[in-house]
């Protein structure tokens, strides 16, 4: 059988595409042989087939480079498959929404969730009104993909997530596949493995109170002003208490801190940014909590890799969170307001809250999300193969 995938970056960077990238195994045991179609296929990453496409500049669209890969395979696929009459793959796998022509379909993000909040925030500059115009646009072709597909299967990575797609493709089959991680490197070792030498390499003292942020990028959507605001009103009373900041590009990490000079001053003193790492679970290590007041996500992976390590979780009620926190066992939930969140966070830091347990919920490893994966194509290899057969029995004459 064959599995084709259809995706313009082939990358271990997106956490939704390193939970497939990381199944090639199981799905090549499973009885597939894998072709994708793509931009980008990173090296050591090792289809049995690699179509890439011409960008034809289409990056410099950022965010709207998708249309132009979308349009893309949709004609490579109407030229191979209906005007060539070349046999299709057994399975076709797609990122939504590029190729409704899919048995397949792989939702990564909520963008009704995202309207739904940039509303609530409101749009000041003239970037914030071009991401909240890309984002309807964005929502509009994700409609129109799921009036279009025939995929069989529609996975997602959260219950959330699987709410709203189900509100509006409510005929789908929706399975709900958490991105996976990875506990040979995120566990409650980490911390006693190396707590003490990232600490003095941070320059915390014993007695600092350390929250951690995590973001490779859009840090308004992910709420790095509300974490800031809410730790400097915390530590009216609690001065020990630290923000430190991981991931983000030289450039992106500059934007935000003259946006601090200008609105947090004396900042320099207890938020202190760590830039790219390839090993977060260090850092992990040297926290005492995870603050992540995301306004909207799909699932953040790094939720699950911090309560991994036992990081008490202080996450808003965003997309996804519902996969891992357990509000009062492994965490608190936090409200929307930099008040709120800062008297939550005096409870743990005062002693008056403290974790149960530390606690996975519904987080799965590498095992169990490719055998989830798998369940999914085969399922799905089966409806496309019953299909086929009931069309070749009408066909037939009397």
């Known amino acids: 059988m064959k599995l084709l995938i259809i995706d313009p970056d082939i990358s271990l960077v997106s956490p939704s595409m390193k939970g497939i990238i990381r199944s090639f195994p199981e799905i090549r045991a499973a009885g597939f042989e894998i072709e994708v179609w793509c931009w980008r296929c990173d090296e050591g990453i090792d289809p049995d087939r690699v179509v890439r496409l011409p960008t034809f500049g289409a990056r410099l669209l950022r965010p709207l480079q998708g249309f132009v890969f979308a349009v893309q395979v ?24 590029y190729l409704a022509d899919c048995d397949v379909a792989h939702g990564h993000f909520s963008p009704w969730d995202w309207e739904a909040r940039m509303r609530i925030l409101g749009s000041r ?77 941070l320059g915390h003292a014993p007695g600092d109170r350390v929250f951690l942020f995590v973001s490779t990028g859009h840090y ?17 009373d609690h001065p020990e208490a630290r923000l430190l900041v991981v991931g983000g590009r030289a450039a992106t990490l500059k934007g935000l801190t003259a946006r601090l000079n200008a609105e947090f001053a004396g900042w320099e003193e207890w938020i202190h940014f760590a830039g790219s790492t390839s090993e977060p679970e260090k850092f992990m290590a040297a926290a005492d909590a995870f603050l992540f007041p995301s306004y909207s996500e799909a699932l953040a992976l790094v939720e699950i890799e911090a309560a991994a390590c036992g990081l008490p979780l202080f996450l808003t009620p965003h997309h996804g969170s519902e996969m891992i926190l357990e509000d009062g066992v492994n965490g608190l939930r ?54 086929h057969r009931t069309l070749e029995s009408a066909s037939l004459p009397p």
């Open 74 to 97: 949709t004609l490579r696929a109407f030229w191979l498959f209906t005007v060539c009459g070349r046999p299709r793959a057994d399975i076709t796998y797609s990122v939504v929404p």
């Open 220 to 236: 308004r959507r992910k709420g790095f002003f509300l974490a800031v605001a809410a730790v400097r009103l915390l530590r009216t």
């Open 334 to 387: 936090l409200e929307f307001d930099a008040a709120s969140i800062a008297a939550t966070l005096t409870r743990f830091l005062n002693g008056t809250w403290a974790p149960e347990k530390a606690s996975l919920k519904h987080a799965l490893d590498h095992e169990a999300y490719a055998a989830g994966l798998v369940k999914a194509l085969r399922g799905s290899a089966a409806r496309t193969e019953a299909a």
């Open 125 to 201: 500059t003239v970037k914030e009104w071009l991401e909240r115009g890309v984002n309807w646009i964005g929502k509009m072709w994700t409609e129109n993909f799921l009036r279009r597909t025939r995929a069989s299967v529609l996975i997602v990575p959260s219950d959330a997530v699987a709410a709203d797609f189900r509100r509006v493709s409510p005929a789908s089959r929706i399975v709900v596949l958490p991105n996976s991680y990875d506990p040979r490197r995120f566990n409650l070792n980490v911390r006693e493995r190396w707590r003490t030498s990232q600490r003095d390499a």
